[in-house]
């Protein structure tokens, strides 16, 4: 890789984060971030998933909310379903589209918020959570790419990443957001 092409990958990500910064995105955004505050004021939790990358970005979040972002403060009340021994034990007694709705289940109380993370917006496992988490009552934000996917339908706020053809692109998108999140929730709580 020559650096013109280091360089295009940096012009690239840059246009993106342009094309997404509407004044409609940032209204989702606040949403999203108000149904957490909420949530999170009645006493509630904000469990997060994803896989792969996504996986990331769903433990990146809630680390952030129990341990530190920006100021010293009260670790605040988040979890990715990220534990091993859950996601193998579940993936082999129910197979791997039940890693998330099964913790959600277990886990999920109708005043939490399920933020569930997904380029493709079709991932089985996280789809499936979100519908566990609707039968709780609880709220659903999703983090989407490309057409938003089967998640578009399901979620109380979808907040999506512009098309592109990579799904770098969205997890570019997906980690400002959720920073932007935290952020918020940081401000109004």
């Known amino acids: 890789m020559s650096e013109k092409q280091i360089a295009d990958q940096f012009s690239q990500a840059a246009e993106i984060l342009q094309i997404f910064n509407t004044p409609e995105n940032m209204q989702r955004i606040a949403k999203a971030g108000q149904l957490m505050v909420e949530a999170l004021k009645n006493g509630g939790k904000i469990i997060s998933c994803g896989n792969g990358g996504s996986m990331c970005d769903a433990m990146h979040f809630a680390e ?13 009340a988040a979890v990715s379903i990220s534990d091993p021994s859950h996601i193998t034990c579940v993936a082999n007694d129910y197979g791997f589209d039940f890693i998330f709705s099964r913790y959600v289940e277990g886990m999920g109380n109708k005043n939490d918020v399920l933020l569930g993370i997904s380029t493709s917006g079709n991932s089985k496992n996280v789809l499936n959570a979100l519908h566990a988490a609707k039968s709780k009552g609880m709220k659903v934000i999703g983090l989407t790419g490309k057409t938003g996917g ?12 512009p098309k592109s053809e990579y799904a770098d692109r969205a997890q570019e998108i997906h ?5 932007s999140l935290i952020h918020y929730i940081e401000n109004n709580l």
């Open 150 to 161: 089967e998640m578009a339908n399901i979620c109380d706020v979808e907040i999506r990443a």
């Open 175 to 179: 980690i400002k957001v959720i920073h």
């Open 64 to 76: 952030e909310l129990t341990g530190r972002f920006r100021d010293d403060r009260a670790s605040i």
